[in-house]
């Protein structure tokens, strides 16, 4: 029998800081996140020293603001993001989690981001159950994952270059639009023609479950430069970009579920919350008899609400006493183990 648990999540993997209390039997109690995109917009990108100092600054009051929020509930133990990501930024909230563990005497645990990713669209009252395929689509990842349970994961296929967010970063830079490039890419797309240009599907005519963008961001570089310097030459270069990148995925996971067998797809990740993409997957899913699950808008970019989760499935593995403040910028997800028991 699982033993009721309330976890408090901590997630400070890159430009978001967040906390979140989980309850294992009433679910999601309180999450709230602090977003540093106006910190960041006059660099063009995630300055990651700056990013760590307002970790620290925001880290704490976000925690006292959920608890406060939930009831302030007695907690069970703390979970953290771990890694990958800027290993300054995941420091601020290991050492956040550790000092809390300690003060608090409460066991703590570090978990990997992505896992929190992949399992985010159980937050969710229609859940998916295992098995299922995912796509992880973010700014740092472009992965296919067999998921048949809590920490039994196969990466199917992966990005061999730019992950597809940074792919709709960097074509939003050439368009000359503003820091995050992503949704003002998609909000500038929808003015324009998605059959303007014809740009490459990458790697849909090879075998496998791999994806590469560097070759799409090249045909939306050389048709930057070639068209006239108008807005609706731009819009159309955004929406042939966006329909090429939302094509290939979609086409990929197509193919990914054929290949497993599986019924039902996974979308997670910043990406996910792209509108093209959650259309053009709905009509597919349609047409070919599979079910679709996606994690609410909200949790597809980095949030707390799944660390928290993810420490709750994982509350078997949890240790009381001196917490190490550990942070991993690099871990495989094929590294993980399904977790351990919490029985009474």
Known sequence: MQRKNIILGIESSCDESAAAIYDSQRGLLAHALHSQVALHADYGGVVPELASRDHIRKLMPLIERVRAEAGGPELTGIAYTQGPGLVGALLVGASVAAGLGMSCNLPVLGVHHMEGHLLSPMLEAHAPAFAFVALLVSGGHTLLVRVDGVGRYRVLGQSLDDAV????????????????????????????????????????????????????????????????????????????????????????????????????????????????????????????????????????????????????????????????????????????????????
């Open 165 to 344: 967010g940074e792919a709709f970063d960097k074509c939003a830079k050439m368009l000359g639009l503003g820091y995050p490039g992503g949704p003002a890419l998609a909000a500038l797309a929808a003015e324009g023609r998605s059959d303007a240009h014809d740009f490459p599907r990458p790697m849909l005519k090879r075998p496998g479950l791999d994806f590469s963008f560097s070759g799409l961001k090249t045909a939306v570089m050389l048709a930057v430069k070639a068209a006239p310097d108008t807005a609706q030459a731009r819009a159309d270069i955004a929406a042939s970009f966006e329909q090429a990148a939302v094509d290939t995925l979609v086409a990929k996971c197509a193919r990914a579920l054929a290949h497993t067998g599986a019924s039902r797809l996974v979308v997670a990740g910043g990406v996910g919350a792209n509108r093209k993409l959650r259309d053009t997957l709905d009509a597919r899913a349609a047409r070919d008899g599979f079910s679709l699950y996606f994690p609410r808008a909200q949790f597809c970019t980095d949030n707390a609400a799944m660390i928290a989760l993810v420490g709750s499935l994982r509350a078997g593995e949890m240790r009381t006493g001196i917490a190490s403040a550990e942070a991993r910028a690099r871990w495989p997800l094929e590294n993980l183990a399904p977790p351990l028991a919490t029985v009474l």
